[in-house]
């Protein structure tokens, strides 16, 4: 069985570089301030971090259009709510602590988010922040025992 492009962006994220500029402020200034209520396209958000990491535009259009767009559709739902969360807890959506992770991915439990969204939500963010620790957000141990308490 081929796996599906969420579990391929857990395996293998996107290492993205350490960059000192906030290139979102003025967007997650203007992001509504209640969760799931947005028209935020998530995707975006990877755009920019490979954009951040000195990949050419059609070449991160290529990459973006490599995910399905049933995979697309749930990236920007997860990374549009990141991108919320990031404004109102004025976090950098790609260079975020342990901690902000492990709290977003607990409110969205506490939301009513079910394990197979909550997993796809971490994947989604595996694709956009860089290692933590010396690996990826979806491998921490920390985020793996969060997931394996939600079910």
Known sequence: MVPDNAEIACQNPTHFAQSTRLAFTPLLKQTPPIEGSSDIDGMFLI????????????????????????????????????????????????????????????????????????????CALSTVVPPLEGTTVGSHPLVKRLMKGDR
Request: net charge positive.
């Open 47 to 122: 755009r920019d971090a490979l954009r951040q990491q000195g990949v050419s535009e059609p070449a991160a259009k290529i990459i973006l259009a490599s995910w399905r767009p049933g995979t697309q559709k749930c990236y920007k739902s997860a990374l549009g709510k990141w991108i919320q969360f990031c404004a109102r807890t004025e976090t950098h959506p790609i260079r975020p602590s342990l901690i902000t992770i492990l709290n977003f991915l607990a409110t969205q439990f506490q939301l009513g988010l079910q394990y197979n969204s909550l997993n796809t939500t971490r």
